[in-house]
């Protein structure tokens, strides 16, 4: 059974830093791309936000967060990182990773970013 555990959500003053993970079993996170998506509270909106490939080309993020969230994985240990620098109030948000592991299972996109599981999610956030 896939599973995926994101941690190290919390509350940070404008301009702070966090570091979430996404502790995943269940499958071998180096065949697979890796997401990260939020979703803001009370929204039914979700946002993707980077993806970190299989191979070694560079990841993708979203221009609300280029140049200060960094996504990084450690396949030895199974797990995906997202690193936020300089936070806004605006990345008030649930985080949560996802995957996509098989096309016959049901996927959700966002839009054309596609997931076939992702985990319960970890909130960020972000107030003066």
């Known amino acids: 059974e896939i599973q995926l555990v994101e941690s190290g959500g919390g509350s940070v003053q404008p301009g702070g830093s966090l570091r979430l993970s996404c502790a995943a079993s269940g499958f071998t996170i180096a065949d697979y791309a890796m997401s990260w998506f939020r979703q803001a509270p009370g929204g039914v909106l979700e946002e993707w936000i980077s993806?970190?490939?299989?191979?070694?080309?560079?990841?993708a993020y979203a221009d609300s967060v280029k140049g200060r969230f960094t996504i990084s994985r450690d396949n030895a240990k199974n797990t995906v990182y997202l690193q936020m620098n300089d936070l806004k109030i605006a990345d008030t948000a649930s985080y949560y990773c996802t995957t996509f592991v098989a096309t016959d299972k049901y996927q959700r996109c966002v839009g054309t970013r596609c997931y076939t599981d992702r985990g319960q999610g970890t909130q960020v956030t972000v107030s003066s």
């Open positions: 993806t970190t490939p299989r191979v070694a080309t560079s990841p």
